[in-house]
C-alpha cells in the first residue's frame, strides 16, 4: 500500500489543522492505522493510532483532548484533526499502516509498521 499525507501548513498557536492520509493499491480496511511526528533534533514517536473500524483509538498524552484520529475507509483516508495547536506541536507529521496479522503489536512503535507516508510539515507559531 503506497500513502501519501497532506494538510499541513503554518498555523498560528491556537489554530487547527486537519491531516489527511490516502492510500493507495490497496484497502485500507484491512490496517492498523499510525500517526507519528518528528520534531527538530528529536526522535519520531507517535502520536495517535486507529483500529480497522475506528473503534479503538490510541493518542499520546501531550495531545489528549486535542487531536482526533479517524478514518473512512470507503475514501482508503484516515484523518488527523488538530485543535488547540501549540507551538510544541511543530514537526513532520508521518502516517503508517501495519497489516493484520494476527501478532500481537502495541500500535505505538515505528517497528510495529510498515508501511510509511512521505511526512508533511506542521509549523506553530506561538
Known amino acids: 500500500v503506497q500513502l501519501q499525507a497532506c494538510g499541513g501548513g503554518f498555523v498560528q498557536a491556537g489554530g487547527s489543522l486537519r491531516l489527511s492520509c490516502a492510500a493507495s493499491?490497496?484497502?485500507?480496511?484491512?490496517?492498523?492505522m499510525g500517526w507519528f511526528r518528528q520534531a527538530p533534533g528529536k526522535e519520531r514517536q507517535v502520536v495517535a493510532s486507529?483500529?480497522?473500524?475506528?473503534?479503538?483509538?490510541y493518542y499520546e498524552d501531550s495531545v489528549k483532548g486535542r487531536f482526533t484520529v479517524s478514518r473512512d475507509n470507503a475514501k482508503d483516508t484516515v484523518y488527523l484533526q488538530m485543535n488547540s495547536l501549540k507551538a510544541e506541536d511543530t514537526a513532520v507529521y508521518y502516517c503508517a499502516a501495519r497489516m493484520y496479522s494476527g501478532s500481537y503489536f502495541s500500535g505505538v512503535r515505528e517497528d510495529d509498521y510498515s508501511y510509511w507516508g512521505q511526512g508533511t510539515q506542521v509549523t506553530v507559531s506561538s
Open positions: 486507529i483500529n480497522w473500524n475506528g473503534g479503538r483509538t
Open positions: 493499491g490497496r484497502s485500507l480496511s484491512g490496517y492498523y
